[in-house]
């Protein structure tokens, strides 16, 4: 039985990131960052280029995330109250003298 070979290009299973910062309309970039996802560091400058640029701190972070929470909260409890108050009562059935189900 013959093996099939496999040709993989060098790190095609590797994912790739890329962040950027152009300067307005002429689009002079002035933070470029490209690293592969198993660069840790690289990651990191990633996030701090971004928390800079955007003016977020932790205490936004725990917000956005807490809001989040409370949404989801809210949306996963209310269905289930309303289908108890939905469900509606069983039907009684009547049976016969000979036990038939009228």
């Known amino acids: 039985m013959k093996n099939k070979k496999i040709f993989n290009r060098n790190n095609s299973s590797i994912m790739r990131a890329k962040l950027s910062f152009d300067e307005g309309f002429a689009e002079r970039p002035i933070y ?35 809001e989040r929470l409370e949404e989801y909260n809210k ?6 109250e309303k289908m108890r108050k939905s469900v509606a009562k069983p039907v009684e059935w009547k049976r016969d003298e000979r036990g038939n189900i009228i």
Not at 75 to 80: A, D, G, K, L
Request: neutral net charge.
């Open 32 to 66: 470029t960052i490209k690293g592969f996802v198993t660069e840790k560091e690289k990651g990191v400058n990633m996030i701090e280029l971004i928390r800079d640029n955007f003016g977020i701190c932790d205490e936004d972070m725990r917000k956005v995330i807490r």
């Open 75 to 80: 949306n996963f409890f209310t269905p289930i």
